[in-house]
């Protein structure tokens, strides 16, 4: 993907910033629903996010995912990314597809590997030759991960390790 159009997906995401907010719009909690919240912060830069997600007790589907955040434009375009493919899926079809975003961020190749190079997700594709970068686009997903109770350690540069 050319640089111009990664940088003005990336942009047009941090602006938009769909699923953005906490109003209770499309919340549909009832007693057979988990709702989980997750904040993360970046220590190194200030970035941080906070997720909100409902999921239903019998499929685990994803019926409600929201966000807040602040920082910079990667670290809210990916959110705003996450929060924009998330509702419907399952928590097991959103782990394999957050395993498949850390290894796109990490993978400093730039090569869009099991994401589609048309996707908006590949913007995020080779982030991981830059460090604090790629932290900042591994934030949302990190949050992510936490909330459905995939047990791995946030992205820290051009690994996964501890915090």
């Given at each position: 993907?050319?640089?111009?159009?990664?940088?003005?997906?990336?942009?047009?995401?941090?602006?938009r910033r769909p699923g953005c907010g906490f109003d209770?719009?499309?919340s549909r909690v009832t007693d057979a629903t988990a709702v989980r919240s997750v904040h993360r912060r970046n220590p190194l830069c200030g970035d941080e996010v906070v997720l909100r997600l409902e999921v239903a007790a019998g499929d685990a589907t994803i019926t409600h995912l929201?966000?807040?955040?602040?920082?910079?434009?990667?670290?809210?375009?990916?959110?705003?990314?996450?929060?924009?493919?998330?509702?419907?899926?399952?928590?097991?079809?959103?782990?394999?597809?957050?395993?498949?975003?850390h290894e796109l961020i990490v993978d400093q190749s730039g090569a869009p590997g099991d994401i589609d190079e048309?996707?908006?997700?590949?913007?995020?594709?080779?982030?991981g030759r830059f460090p604090l970068r790629a932290r900042c686009a591994a934030l949302a997903w990190?949050?992510?991960?936490?909330?459905?109770?995939?047990?791995?350690?946030?992205?820290?540069?051009?690994?996964?390790?501890?915090?």
């Open positions: 993907m050319e640089q111009s159009l990664r940088e003005a997906i990336l942009v047009d995401y941090a602006r209770g719009a499309g929201r966000w807040d955040g602040r920082g910079c434009i990667v670290s809210q375009a990916s959110a705003a990314m996450l929060a924009s493919r998330a509702e419907g899926m399952t928590a097991a079809q959103l782990q394999r597809l957050s395993r498949e975003v048309n996707d908006d997700l590949a913007t995020l594709a080779g982030i990190d949050a992510l991960d936490e909330a459905i109770g995939r047990d791995s350690a946030p992205v820290t540069g051009h690994d996964r390790g501890p915090e």
